[in-house]
């Protein structure tokens, strides 16, 4: 190869280079969370949910406990049939209501799996009922309850099933 050439290819070579290291490069894309901050602001939208289903259900607000669920939900308690869609679940919750007052409430949320716009949420629950005849009851006991990711943000459940600690009949 003559000598000139190499200059030329030298040079053309060096101008590419130079001419990358000066030029814009594409601003990246928006990161999306990661899946660890995700699973940390849907558990605590969650544990919040939780919090203003408690109240509602110490008030004797059926309608409010029974907003945190989608309108195509799925409700299994222990000793009934499901309760499927938001009008069956505020009639079954009111119909509890006006049957006892609810003075303990207090769901723990254990753990939370995050699977795209799903959460998975494990937990305990104490409580304490109180007839409105007869003497106080205490529960204690385990649900597993899904939820979808809503486009408005918020999160609402779209399964829950629950059952009771205590051998049956107690």
């Given at each position: 190869m003559k000598p000139g050439r190499l200059a030329v290819i030298a040079v053309v070579v060096l101008s590419c280079c130079v001419a990358g290291?000066?030029?814009?490069q594409p601003a990246p894309a928006a990161a999306k969370p990661a899946a660890a901050d995700r699973a940390v602001a849907a558990r605590a939208a969650i544990e919040?949910?939780?919090?203003?289903?408690?109240e509602a259900m110490k008030r004797g607000d059926a309608a409010?406990?029974?907003?945190n669920y989608a309108a195509d939900a799925i409700v299994m308690m222990p000793n009934?049939?499901?309760?499927r869609g938001t009008a069956a679940?505020?009639?079954?919750?009111?119909?509890?209501?006006?049957?006892?007052?609810?003075?303990?409430?207090v769901p723990k949320t254990e753990s939370v799996i995050i699977?795209?716009?799903?959460a998975v949420e494990t937990g305990s629950v104490q409580m304490t009922m109180k007839p409105k005849a007869g003497p106080e009851m205490?529960?204690?006991?385990?649900?597993?309850t899904v939820w979808k990711h809503q486009a408005d943000g918020s999160w609402k459940i779209i399964r829950d099933i629950n059952n009771s600690d205590l051998p049956a009949g107690k």
């Open positions: 290291v000066g030029a814009q919040k949910a939780n919090a203003a289903f408690s409010a406990a029974a907003s009934a049939p499901a309760m679940i505020t009639a079954g919750m009111s119909a509890m209501v006006k049957d006892m007052t609810i003075v303990v409430f699977a795209g716009d799903l205490k529960d204690t006991g385990k649900y597993l």
